[in-house]
């Protein structure tokens, strides 16, 4: 089930992650592509579903490998299919 809930409990797992690994710098400028993308209404249910699904900590590593945006989405999206 897609849920506002579930998608904060996804997002804060990602950023656990990545604070863990890299630091609370780090995780907040990472993660905030994939922020941006759900809170603006771009993520489909279909996306927000495999996101959910997937590990946190693979998710992590496609925020983490940088670039663009757009390059950090598809990546994500290439991923999680």
């Known amino acids: ?4 809930n579930t998608i904060d409990t996804c997002v804060w797992n990602i ?3 990545l604070m ?3 630091g609370t710098m780090a995780a ?5 592509p994939l922020v941006w993308y759900i ?6 249910t279909p996306f927000l579903k495999s996101l959910i699904d997937a590990k946190p900590f693979m998710i992590a590593r496609k925020l983490h490998a ?4 757009a390059e950090i989405i598809d990546r ?3 991923y999680i299919g």
Request: proline share 0%.
């Open 1 to 4: 089930m897609v849920s506002r």
């Open 15 to 17: 950023k656990k992650v």
């Open 20 to 22: 863990e690994k890299y």
């Open 28 to 32: 907040d400028r990472e993660i905030a």
């Open 39 to 44: 809170n603006t209404g771009r993520a489909s």
């Open 66 to 69: 940088g670039g663009s945006d």
């Open 76 to 78: 994500i999206k290439a």
